[in-house]
């Protein structure tokens, strides 16, 4: 089995972040976005104590992670499910806590690499963009099938898109004629639809719709969502989480929830902290850490990236 193209995303600082909580006999990590098993593998190699419960809704990218994983198959398990169903996965294995959960979030080195997976706008491939292709709408049947007015919030929301009203204005014209089946015909509608001066900056004018497709047909934002409070109620005291985000969507759901657990719910003006009302997590990083120069030189991939990490410091109430 032929590995894609795969180098982990600040994969030194994320072995360094969740190291401490896995130092002894029994502890357990879950990978919630296990892709090809990267920092899975570095997590298993640097921390001898550990045990990984490594999911993922792309079948194709755990059958690669199990043939990268296989030196380490007595201390893995390796689950093809969405990441919001974390708490049922840890009931079946008769896990009431971890000590780490890890979220690489996007798009996996597979999806991209694998021109038919249709995750890419600068090569040809079907409009798929389904993270388990075995199940779901594809982008396409968004595409075909959303009003302009449904395509147009999905654009807006998910991309972030300024001219979101007038692709899907274009989109709905076009597949009138012709459904859309592939990436190409779309890009060459984006770049149609967005006036010349904005196509100057900013990178190639697909990216905002295609991330906006992607996040729809995945339904990511919802599923991280229900996802982030159910991995930190999963944490034993000294366990951690650790989250790497994209795109300012996903890092603005993780921030929100962890600065949300690491306050006191005590009310602002008492002189002395409430018992039970004390905060659940210590924050590890301060803000969002990103990529050095030198990584993002030798891996493209991690220009985007924003890592936060946290502690749990107490059991819930």
């Keep these: 089995m032929t590995d894609p193209l ?8 994320v072995v360094a972040l969740v190291a401490p909580a896995l130092g002894a006999p029994d502890s357990v990590l879950v990978d919630a976005t296990l892709g090809l098993g990267g ?61 780490g959960v890890l979220f690489d979030l996007g798009v996996s080195s ?29 982008a396409a049947e968004v595409l075909n099938t959303y009003s302009a007015t449904e395509l147009a919030q999905v654009l807006s929301r998910y991309g972030e898109e300024r001219f979101a009203r007038r692709i899907a204005q274009f989109v709905v014209r076009e597949r009138a004629e012709t459904p859309f089946a592939g990436s190409a015909r779309l890009v060459e509608l984006i770049r149609a639809a967005i006036p010349a001066p904005a196509r100057r900056t900013g990178g190639n004018p697909a990216k905002r719709t295609f991330q906006a497709l992607r996040i729809e047909v995945n339904d990511e934002l ?11 109620d999963a944490l034993a005291v000294g366990g951690r989480i650790v989250v790497m985000s994209y795109h300012s969507l996903e890092d603005r759901l993780v921030k929100r929830l962890l600065t949300s657990r690491a306050r006191s719910t005590a009310p602002v003006d008492l002189p002395v902290e409430l018992l039970g009302h004390e905060p659940e997590l210590r924050l590890v990083t301060r803000g969002a ?4 120069a030198i990584e993002i030189t030798a891996n493209p991939r991690a220009a985007s990236v924003r890592l936060r990490a946290a502690e749990r410091i107490r059991d819930a109430a």
């Design 110 to 138: 597979l999806q991209l690499d694998v021109r038919e997976r249709g995750f890419s706008y600068t090569q040809d491939a079907p409009l798929d963009m389904r993270m388990d292709n075995a199940t779901g709408k594809t």
């Design 222 to 232: 919802a599923a991280l969502e229900r996802a982030l409070p159910r991995a930190v």
């Design 289 to 292: 850490e990103t990529a050095s």
């Design 39 to 99: 920092h899975t593998e570095a997590i298993l190699n640097r921390c001898p104590a550990a045990y990984v419960v490594g999911c993922d809704r792309d079948q194709e990218a755990l059958a690669f992670a199990q043939a990268r994983l296989a030196p380490f198959s007595a201390r893995t398990t390796l689950v093809h499910t969405v990441y919001d169903e974390i708490p049922r996965v840890l009931q079946q294995l008769g896990l009431p806590s971890v000590q």
């Design 6 to 13: 795969h180098v982990p995303v600040l994969l030194d600082r």
